[in-house]
């Protein structure tokens, strides 16, 4: 890789990364000028807009290809469903997101031998990155929020969420799913006198007051929770939580679509758990999520392709408004 690139060189490239021939020597010639070894022309054609839009032409034809929702049924039973609940938030609150978040997923900025302090400064930073990403799907939609908006947040470490959106002069409710991190987060709250950022469990959440009793919210957020959930308990804490926002409110949360090789019968899966922490990831149908969708007023802006799961399956990120 750090011999001198040749006209060879460029010519794979084209075909390798454009699906094409380079147009003429002397083009070739212009793309060896300012590259000091292979590597560097290997990377200007890997990255360039063509060969970019070339791997998304071809990533969608393998999407509707491989879109396969038949083998996931989420119905289920209220006893299926109040059993399936308490088995995923005593899983949760064991471990947080289970051993699938810790080892696979887990940012690679946060490391175990660093300070409390430096994890908590790297943890803000991700969640500004969050909230950033949020603000650039609405502002392509054409959406401002309102001034103090509210946000209702359903996640794990929502507590730097909650700085983050404090950054913005909004409110926030957070939905803590572990009882040790909803105790760190609200010290990383007082630490930061973050005032306007109130965090409770989620099982607190669900056990409490009746639904219209609540505050509503100018717009609920979550990402890499709900994957992580039965699809029976996404469903409803999707249902509970789309059902908070106010009219002419927002919804921005993600959920895999598919997992390959993975199915799912509420039955079958109650009769086969066990008391493994060992993470799962679930998959929600596209189907259930825009009936859901529609149940609650919400009509989809975008519905975007994201990399959360990574190669385990299909994941996307959904972006709504509530009209009624």
């Known amino acids: 890789m750090d011999r001198t690139a040749t006209l060879n060189d460029v010519a794979e490239c084209y075909r390798l990364f454009l699906e094409r021939d380079v147009e003429d020597a002397s083009t070739a010639v212009m793309q060896m000028a300012d590259v000091s070894n292979l590597w560097e022309l290997i990377n ?42 308490t088995d995923t938030l005593a899983r949760w609150e064991r471990c947080g997101r289970g051993f699938a978040y810790d080892q696979i997923f887990r940012d690679p900025r946060l490391f175990a031998d660093r300070s409390g302090k430096w994890n908590r400064e790297k943890r803000l930073e991700i969640a500004q990155e969050e909230l950033q990403r949020m603000f650039i799907a609405l502002h392509r939609n054409g959406i401002t929020l309102p001034p103090h908006f509210s946000v209702l947040a359903l996640g794990y470490e929502v507590a730097f969420l909650a700085a983050a959106v404090a950054h913005w002069h909004g409110r926030f409710l957070g939905l803590e799913i572990g009882r040790s991190a909803l105790e760190q987060g609200i010290s990383a709250l007082e630490e930061r006198s973050v005032t306007a950022g109130e965090l409770i469990s989620l099982r607190a959440f669900l056990e409490s007051a009746p639904f219209d009793d609540w505050q509503r919210h100018d717009i609920f957020h979550s990402v890499m929770l709900l994957q992580y959930a039965p699809p029976p308990v996404a469903l409803m804490l999707l249902h509970i939580c789309l059902g908070r926002i106010k009219p002419g409110g927002h919804a921005y949360f993600q959920v895999p679509c598919q997992v390959y090789d993975y199915g799912f019968k509420t039955a079958e899966y109650l009769s086969a758990k066990s008391n493994s922490d060992a993470g799962e990831i679930h998959a929600l149908p596209q189907s259930y999520v825009f009936q859901l969708l529609a149940r609650h007023g919400f009509v989809p802006l975008e519905i975007l392709p994201d990399q959360r799961i990574g190669p385990a399956g299909l994941s996307f990120t959904y972006l709504a408004r509530k009209i009624r």
């Open 44 to 85: 200007r054609f890997a990255v360039s807009t063509e060969a970019i839009r070339r791997k998304v032409n071809r990533a969608s034809g393998f999407i509707s290809d491989i879109y396969d929702p038949s083998q996931v049924d989420p119905s289920a039973s209220d006893a299926q469903r109040e059993d399936l609940l």
